[in-house]
Antibody, heavy 120, light 112 residues
């Protein structure tokens, strides 16, 4: 059974760096083709794709946020970490991580999400 | 502004059928068979309902079906049930300047 869970701060100040961790079980990020992605959703708004890391460490980023995002993986710990620099109140959102199966571009398993509020 | 265009809202009565459209370009919806649909209930994570245009994951009722014509994909829900009331999002692989995946703006389905 595949499960994912996001963890990190619930409140960050403007200009600070956000670090979120996705801890997963039921699959290995060393399996060919598998990926883990991050998606966010501001309150009352649509989903926004942020970044994805593949089993072979290939990384993809949203162009509009690429300069602020870094995605890494620790295969031994079954974790994927997303960092976002220079946080702004508009970055207030629920952040989700999701499992992407081989040769696919859909998240078939999602974490419960974690709400991050950016406020001074 | 989302990359894929969806109607803001649709509605239907129990037992009826509804269709939600998702319009993109030849660089995403029209160019690849990697269109997905997600259902999201309030306060919950999205749930994958359709992948690769028309495939249903295990456990998704066959009342849910997907299709595509040109640059527009569609999600059809037949035999509407009260529990189908939710937000629905489409997504697609895109080859245009990355990102890898683009989402639609979401459609609120109301079961009358």
């Amino acid at each position: 059974q595949i499960t994912l869970k996001e963890s990190g701060p619930t409140l960050v100040k403007p200009t600070q760096t956000l670090t979120l961790t996705c801890t997963f079980s039921g699959f290995s990020l060393s399996t060919s083709g598998v990926g883990v992605g991050w998606i966010r959703q501001p309150p009352g708004k649509a989903l926004e794709w942020l970044a994805l890391i593949y089993w072979d460490d290939d990384k993809r980023y949203s162009p509009s946020l690429k300069s602020r995002l870094t995605i890494t993986k620790d295969t031994s710990k079954n974790q994927v970490v997303l960092t976002m620099t220079n946080m702004d109140p508009v970055d207030t959102a629920t952040y989700y991580c999701a499992h992407f199966p081989p040769n696919a571009y859909d998240g078939d398993y999602w974490g419960q999400g974690t709400l991050v509020t950016v406020s001074s | 502004q989302s990359a894929l265009a969806q109607p803001a809202s649709v509605s239907g009565s129990p037992g009826q059928s509804i269709t939600i459209s998702c319009t993109g370009t030849s660089s995403d919806v029209g160019g690849y068979n990697y269109v997905s649909w997600y259902q999201q209930h309030p306060g919950k994570a999205p749930k994958l309902m359709i992948y690769e245009v028309s495939n249903r994951p295990s456990g998704v009722p066959d009342r849910f079906s997907g299709s595509k014509s040109g640059n527009t994909a569609s999600l059809t829900i037949s035999g509407l049930q009260a529990e189908d009331e939710a937000d629905y999002y489409c997504s697609s692989y895109t080859s245009s300047n990355t990102p890898l995946v683009v989402f639609g703006g979401g459609t609120k389905l109301t079961v009358l």
